[in-house]
């Protein structure tokens, strides 16, 4: 049976721990406004992007760029977004087994991975997977040159056929309480159909839309298509440091409430302990004094 001082030692070390806990949380949640500001101006660029590239890809033919030509193929290439750090609840974990079961149900045997993020890295390191490409998260914001720089890579593979596809796994930011792991496809764009001219909605018929581009749509795709991948990954990349620090922000919430509970826990099992001393020795004494008498 625990005594006073064990008792009061795992006190102080769960109050200690309690106070790191919502140390963590108070900074995770300062950052994630931070971060939640930046994701929200960053949407509407990147979808009006991606709405811009899709249209200009259904209007123009597989032939005319090479990042449009391919229907995929085994030779698979994987962005994976993790963090560096893990006390951020199932975070990590999450968007490992999203990475791995796309792997499995798109039956790839052998990916070429290109993780951000530490987690992400000692991960498929164990497993002996093919790292093309890893980098750090990093604790700050994330920088536009680094999806340059991840995009420029991918391409590149891409081209030289070294890639039939590549596949972004990130985490998209909902709220602080959720987090959704996405898997969106990059390579080779696959344009979304557009509705015919003529398609009648909410009891309207639309009538055509004709957009002019100069000098041409296909030229304006050919320098589109190499921003729609930076902006994507960029994209990705706020959306994961935004979900890590809102992921961290809950888990230590939690964290601070059980040791919260701890505490209270243990204090109640130090004064029951404390009570039944001074009970015992009460009684000694009482013994000791009734002894004496007779």
């Known amino acids: ?11 102080k070390s769960v109050k200690n721990t309690q106070q790191i806990t919502k140390a963590m949380k108070m900074v995770a949640a300062a950052k994630l406004k931070r971060a939640q500001d930046e994701i929200t101006e960053a949407r509407p660029y990147a979808e009006k992007m991606a709405e811009l590239t899709n249209s200009l890809a259904s209007k123009t033919s597989k032939e005319s760029h090479p990042l449009l030509s391919g229907i995929g193929g085994p030779k698979v290439g994987v962005i994976l977004v993790t963090s ?5 609840g199932g975070f990590n974990t999450v968007l490992l087994r999203t ?8 039956e790839v045997t052998d990916p070429s991975m290109y993780l951000v993020g530490k987690r992400g890295a000692e991960y498929f390191k164990r497993r002996s997977a093919n790292i093309v490409g890893n980098r750090v998260a990093g604790s700050g914001r994330p920088q536009y040159a680094t999806a340059v720089e991840i995009a420029t890579d991918m391409i590149s593979r891409f081209l030289k056929e070294e890639l039939d596809e590549v596949h972004l796994v ?14 969106q496809r990059l390579l080779p764009l696959a344009p979304e159909e557009e509705p ?4 009648i909605k909410g009891g309207e018929t639309e009538g055509p839309t004709e957009i002019l581009y100069e000098p041409s749509s296909e030229d304006v795709l050919a320098s589109l298509l190499p921003k729609y991948v930076e902006v994507q990954i960029f994209r990705a990349l706020l959306e994961s440091s935004a979900s890590e620090h809102g992921a961290r922000m809950t888990a230590m919430d939690s964290a601070s409430k059980n040791a919260k509970e701890m505490i209270g826990a243990l204090t109640l099992q130090y004064n029951r302990i404390r009570q039944a001393a001074i009970t015992t020795e009460l009684m000694e004494i009482i013994s000791g004094a009734e002894s004496l008498k007779g």
């Open 99 to 106: 990475a791995e079961n796309f792997l499995v149900e798109e």
């Open 84 to 88: 560096d750090r893990g006390l951020c």
């Open 1 to 11: 049976m625990a005594n006073l001082g064990d008792i009061k030692r795992r006190i």
């Open 170 to 183: 990130y985490s998209q930011f909902q709220s602080a309480l959720t987090q959704i792991p996405k898997v």
């Open 196 to 199: 015919e001219k003529g398609d």
